[in-house]
């Protein structure tokens, strides 16, 4: 069974950085696209950015486009989120997800693995 585990996350001041890594095991990803996701308390989850399987195509949220970089390394099954410039409102959990299509889609519906979040808190 795939596991995807998260780690990066933590507290940081308004105007930081930080970056979130995800480790897949049990499957191999490199044929599919893989997202990250977030959940800020009160709200629902949330696209944040995708890439396609190959790396060559990224796609982000209005919200972080311009801040946050997405990347993977398919020899090591990771992908990780550069984030900077990170702001309160980026507070949230974010997931890792593993996708059931090629291209860096937006949409939940095409991710089938979830990690189980790792907590990021910008303070003010």
């Known amino acids: 069974q795939a596991q995807l585990v998260e780690s990066g996350g933590g507290l940081v001041q308004a105007g930081g950085s930080l970056r979130l890594s995800c480790a897949a095991s049990?499957?191999?990803?490199?044929?599919?696209?893989m997202g990250w996701f977030r959940q800020a308390p009160g709200k629902e989850r949330e696209f944040v950015a995708a890439?396609?399987?190959?790396?060559?195509?990224?796609t982000y949220a209005a919200s972080v486009k311009g801040r946050f970089t997405i990347s993977r390394d398919n020899a090591k099954n990771t992908v990780h989120l550069q984030m900077h410039t990170l702001i309160p409102e980026d507070t949230a959990v974010y997931y890792c997800?593993?996708?059931?299509?090629?291209?860096?889609?937006?949409?939940?519906?095409?991710?089938?693995?979830w990690g189980q979040g790792t907590q990021v808190t910008v303070s003010s």
């Open positions: 997800a593993g996708g059931r299509v090629p291209y860096d889609s937006a949409q939940q519906r095409d991710y089938v693995y």
């Open positions: 049990g499957r191999t990803f490199s044929s599919y696209a």
């Open positions: 890439i396609s399987w190959s790396g060559g195509s990224t």
